[in-house]
């Protein structure tokens, strides 16, 4: 994850997404100061080597923890599929996303 200055700040820990809509909700980042939310509306860019996100420096610092149960954790199968966590995995060059229950 980079803040809007380029500077790295964590790793993709998961995605959250609103089920009912098929819709991606924000980002959990694993930073040094333990997990951290990043809302999809300060998301710029998803690329499949970086995301890019528009909050300052000064922003990242502040960031809450995640108060939801995460929705995707990473499977070692095989990576296929057309659902949303299929493409969230193949962009982040992880194994396949599972589905929690």
């Known amino acids: 994850m980079l803040s809007a200055s380029g500077r790295e700040f964590g790793g993709v820990e998961h995605v ?5 809509e ?7 980042v694993a ?3 333990g997990l951290r939310f990043v809302d ?19 922003q ?3 960031l809450s923890e995640p108060h939801a149960a995460h929705v995707f954790d990473v499977h070692p199968s095989a990576d296929f599929g057309s659902s949303l966590h299929d ?3 193949r962009m ?3 194994p396949h996303w599972t589905r929690e229950t």
């Open 60 to 62: 990242v610092a502040g």
């Open 92 to 94: 982040f060059r992880r």
């Open 40 to 58: 999809r509306d300060q998301i710029e860019e998803i690329t499949t080597t970086h995301v890019q996100c528009g909050l300052t420096d000064e």
């Open 16 to 20: 959250l997404e609103i089920p009912s």
């Open 87 to 89: 493409r969230f995995g």
């Open 31 to 33: 930073t040094d100061a």
């Open 22 to 28: 098929d819709l991606f909700d924000g980002i959990v």
